[in-house]
Nanobody, 115 residues
Framework: QVQLVESGGGLVQPGGSLRLSCGAS????????MGWYRQGPGKPRELVAG???????NYADSVKGRFTISRDNAQNMVYLQMNSLNPNDTAVYYC?????????WGQGTQVTVSS
């Protein structure tokens, strides 16, 4: 059974930082491209950052220079370091694993940026 479990969300003040983690089980993690998505209130789900199975990364323009995605294939983990957070970053953040036509999603973790 495939499971993606996110953690690390919470309430943070503007300008603060959070590190999200996603642990994967039930898949051969190293062959999957991984991504972080988010869905804010009343908004569609959007790609935040992605990392391929060979470590190439891409970011949404809105988070470039502030967020960093990384992966640890030995631990089956993917991370999202988020710095300089602002209220527009408030959303549920989801982890996604992709290989060819197969996609798996986590259940999401809430990030709220508010003073």
């Amino acid at each position: 059974q495939v499971q993606l479990v996110e953690s690390g969300g919470g309430l943070v003040q503007p300008g603060g930082s959070l590190r999200l983690s996603c642990g994967a089980s039930g898949i051969i993690f190293r062959v999957y491209d991984m991504g972080w998505y988010r869905q804010g209130p009343g908004k569609p789900r959007e790609l935040v950052a992605g990392i391929t199975n060979v470590g190439s990364t891409n970011y949404a323009d809105s988070v470039k220079g502030r967020f960093t995605i990384s992966r640890d294939n030995a631990q089956n983990m993917v991370y999202l370091q988020m710095n300089s957070l602002n209220p527009n970053d408030t959303a549920v953040y989801y982890c996604k694993a992709t290989r060819v036509w197969t996609n798996y999603w986590g259940q999401g973790t809430q990030v709220t940026v508010s003073s």
